[in-house]
């Protein structure tokens, strides 16, 4: 229902809010260890994408410093 009187809430284009509901729908569905599981994963995933989004700001300042 939050969705569907508000999906701008959901992505910043349509095909994101989708996808974010059809996700959010999906995982709702899941049993709670699968739930589990699927947490420990993600988390892992974010640490990872921040840290290489951090060595690649120490990259391009280290070529910036070059110029």
Known sequence: MLFSAAP???GR???EAR???ELAQQVVALP???KRDLL???K???ALERAAD???AETQKGEE???
């Open 54 to 56: 951090g060595a690649a």
């Open 44 to 46: 892992k995933m974010v």
């Open 32 to 34: 709670h260890d699968t």
């Open 65 to 67: 410093g070059r110029l």
């Open 19 to 21: 996808d974010t509901m």
């Open 13 to 15: 284009t349509p095909e």
């Open 8 to 10: 701008h809430l959901w």
């Open 40 to 42: 420990a994963l993600v």
